[in-house]
């Protein structure tokens, strides 16, 4: 099973920073790697599939990068609505689809 | 556009089998391409995919749950199923159920519902 890992596990940042997420898989998993955002009480969102395709509707802030074992979520300039807590997935090998931990982006 | 929506008991007896359905709509769920999984989330952690039920039937189960796990479709009601045995509370958790493309991403989610094992 892959195992994905996901740092830092918070990031405390202001409206208008700039947030970089990371996540890094036990194996390489090619491009084959999406984002989600989850806000609390809701279901997860996809953001970016195939390590750096926007997801329908993303805003041009949310981009991704990386391949192999490691990736990247960048957004440019957070947004008051940004803060959440984003997850990877892995769709490389399986079963099972795995996910990251989480990264939980908050006001600092 | 899809809606995906999670129905079943909210409370489950350990030991007992978990039953939750979803009700798809906005699509047919026998169309070509497309898989409809089950993912859980327990409280105040990550998410864990479940299995998924293929349009043409076929099934796949993460190997930690396999032994447990069934998933089914009810082409009539345009809706599938998911059942998970001997639960214990270590299943507790918001259950969600998903749609995928060929890509296996999952851009469509349920709201997701509460399953509290407890006697």
């Known amino acids: 099973e892959i195992v994905l890992t996901q740092s830092p596990a918070t990031l405390s940042l202001s409206p208008g920073e700039r947030a970089t997420l990371s996540c890094r898989a036990s194996q390489s998993v090619s491009s084959y790697l999406a984002w989600y955002q989850q806000k609390p009480g809701q279901a997860p969102r996809l953001l970016i599939y195939?390590?750096?395709n926007r997801a329908t509707g993303i805003p041009a802030r949310f981009s991704g990068s990386g391949s192999g074992t490691d990736f990247t979520l960048t957004i440019s300039s957070l947004e008051p609505e940004d803060f959440a807590v984003y997850y990877c997935q892995q769709r490389s090998n399986w079963p099972p689809f795995s996910f990251g931990p989480g990264t939980k982006v908050d006001i600092k | 556009q899809l809606q995906l929506q999670e129905s079943g008991s909210g409370l489950v007896k350990p030991s007992q089998t978990l039953s939750l359905t979803c009700a798809v709509s906005?699509?047919?769920?026998?169309?070509?391409?497309?898989?409809w999984s089950w993912i859980r989330q327990p409280p105040g952690k990550g998410l864990e995919w479940i299995g998924y039920i293929y349009h043409s039937g076929s099934t796949y189960y993460n190997p930690s749950l396999k032994s447990r796990v069934t998933i089914s479709v009810d082409r009539s009601k345009n809706q599938f199923s998911l059942k998970l045995s001997s639960v214990t509370a270590a299943d507790t958790a918001v259950y969600y159920c998903?749609?995928?493309?060929?890509?296996?991403?999952?851009?469509?989610w349920g709201q997701g519902t509460l399953v509290t094992v407890s006697s």
């Open positions: 195939d390590a750096s």
């Open positions: 998903a749609s995928s493309g060929g890509d296996y991403y999952f851009d469509y």
């Open positions: 906005g699509g047919s769920i026998s169309s070509g391409g497309y898989s």
